[in-house]
């Protein structure tokens, strides 16, 4: 009887962690899925407003960070996720302040008036190379086993 629970919870472990995958795993896979999205912003950026497309560009960015890291920056304004002490603690340090500065870029735009238009519109589709420069390089610099709390 013992025997036959030991296998039944080997199976059922073996079965849930294919399953879920590992974590390093999952996250190339919501990588590609951010990262396919912002190709497909790209290619409609020239039919939309620079606010349209830095708000999109955030969504996606915060999305990613919600789901590879649990962090709740889809579900914060820009002002809360910048005051939050903890944001980002689950990504390497070096990644943490280049995500927070893109974001900020990134409400700059969407709530600033636009003098511009095709200078911002040029301006908001760099930063959707920015956004993807940025998810790799998160992807690049693994996350610390013990992750150290943000200043």
């Known amino acids: 009887m013992l025997v036959a629970t030991g296998i039944i919870l080997i199976i059922l472990a073996t079965w849930f962690f294919v399953r879920k995958g590992t974590p390093a795993r999952k996250r190339q896979s919501l990588l590609e899925k951010a990262r396919a999205k912002l190709t497909e912003l790209k290619k409609q950026s020239d039919n939309l407003t620079p606010e349209t ?29 910048t005051l939050r002490p903890r944001a980002l603690e689950k990504l390497h340090p070096d990644t943490r302040q280049p995500i927070t500065d893109h974001l900020q ?26 956004a993807d420069k940025l998810l790799s390089l998160v992807e690049l610099h693994p996350a610390p086993l013990h992750p150290t709390p943000t200043s």
């Open 53 to 81: 497309i830095a708000t999109r560009i955030s969504i996606i960015v915060r999305q990613y960070l919600e789901t590879a890291f649990e962090d709740p920056a889809l579900f914060e304004t820009n002002e809360e996720f």
């Open 105 to 130: 870029r990134l409400s700059e735009l969407k709530y600033e008036p636009q003098d511009d238009s095709d200078t911002a519109n040029a301006s908001a589709a760099s930063l959707i190379d920015e």
